[in-house]
């Protein structure tokens, strides 16, 4: 079975632009969470969809949103890119929500100049 | 919400030796994982365990979910077991939402 997979894998972006991150979960899967990984803050809760529906979200600004789609592929926008914003972005999916291993993809590297 | 420290914070071994990571959390959880995070920035599952104990090859862990502390062992470590490795946890009531420690640097040398 194909892992999580993430598109693209290294995004370079110039502050003030946005950009869309993409995500496709495990066959089957039905729940995606999305997490911010950073040098200074290290891995953090951005937010989780199920069934089309944000369940949970982190402590991010507005200009972090997301969806997910009928198929459960999800993607993750960023707009009004800040320094700050760099980072690497992971994709988590799940069968179900809570109680449930999460498999990671590999990551989008976004850096913002 | 829920804390989550690991230690120690930087490991150093020589090739085939043992150790042990821990990672303590400050409230009741549903979920526990420990992984393994790669120099590409991969995060590897390792251990899905709330409780209990498991074993997969070189590596096993335990979590003692009434103590609230759970522990990775690796033995016989190899070079390829060098990365970064990070307990998280999903405390009750935060559905899916896993709260990451700060991971613990393993260099395994020859």
């Known amino acids: ?113 | 919400g829920i804390q989550v420290e690991q230690s120690p914070p930087d490991l150093i071994l020589q090739e085939g030796a043992n150790s042990t990571l821990r990672c303590n959390f400050s409230d009741s959880v549903n979920n526990l994982q420990w992984f393994h995070q790669n120099p590409w920035g991969q995060l590897i599952n390792l251990f899905y365990i709330p409780s209990g104990t498991k074993q997969n090859g070189r590596l096993s862990a335990t979590t003692v979910a009434t103590e609230r502390y759970s522990l990775l062992y690796i033995s016989s470590s190899q070079t390829t077991d060098s990365g970064v490795y990070f307990c998280a946890v999903e405390s009750t009531g935060t559905a899916s939402k896993l709260t990451f420690g700060t991971g613990t640097r393993l260099q395994v040398t020859l």
């Open chain 1, 1 to 113: 079975k194909a892992g999580v997979t993430q598109t693209p894998r290294y995004l370079i972006k110039t502050r003030g632009q946005q950009v869309t991150l993409s995500c496709s979960p495990i066959s089957g899967h039905r729940s995606v969470s999305w997490y911010q990984q950073t040098p200074g803050q290290g891995l953090q809760f951005l937010f989780e969809y199920f069934s089309e529906t944000q369940r949970n979200k982190g402590n991010f600004p507005g200009r972090f949103s997301g969806r997910q789609f009928s198929n459960s592929r999800s993607e993750m926008n960023v707009s009004t890119l800040e320094l700050g914003d760099s980072a690497l972005y992971l994709c988590a999916s799940s069968v179900s929500l809570g109680t449930d291993t999460q498999y990671f993809g590999p990551g989008t590297r976004l850096t913002v100049l």
